[in-house]
Nanobody, 124 residues
Framework: QVQLVESGGGLVQPGGSLRLSCAAS????????MGWYRQAPGKQRELVQR????????????NYGDSVKGRFTISRDNAKNTVYLQMNSLKPEDTAVYYC?????????????WGQGTQVTVSS
């Protein structure tokens, strides 16, 4: 069974920093794209409500949502099947549940897998 486990969320003051991690485990052959999405408080977990934060392909190419460009940095360690999100200059509007996502190949084929989410709260 393939799992994504996120860590690193918490409470931080405006202007502060946090680093999220997401490790994929299981019978994984390769991971194409890994990414982070977020869902603001009070919204249903629907695809239309889930905001792109950042994605990174296996070759290291990245894509960022407009609201986080210049403040957040995504990176990955292919040997560890892990993706990171360094978040700097955090704002109250960054408060959300952050979900890790991976497009991967595993023992039974291709899968689009989500983590359970980690809460990030930016507040003074």
């Amino acid at each position: 069974q393939v799992q994504l486990v996120e860590s690193g969320g918490g409470l931080v003051q405006p202007g502060g920093s946090l680093r999220l991690s997401c490790a994929a485990s299981g019978s994984i052959f390769s991971i194409n794209v890994m990414g982070w999405y977020r869902q603001a408080p009070g919204k249903q977990r629907e695809l239309v409500q889930r905001e792109l934060v950042a994605t990174i392909a296996h070759d290291g190419s990245t894509n960022y949502g407009d609201s986080v460009k210049g403040r957040f940095t995504i990176s990955r360690d292919n040997a560890k099947n892990t993706v990171y999100l360094q978040m700097n200059s955090l704002k109250p509007e960054d408060t959300a549940v952050y979900y890790c996502n991976a497009d991967l190949w595993y023992a039974l084929g291709r899968m689009d897998r989500w983590g359970q989410g980690t809460q990030v709260t930016v507040s003074s």
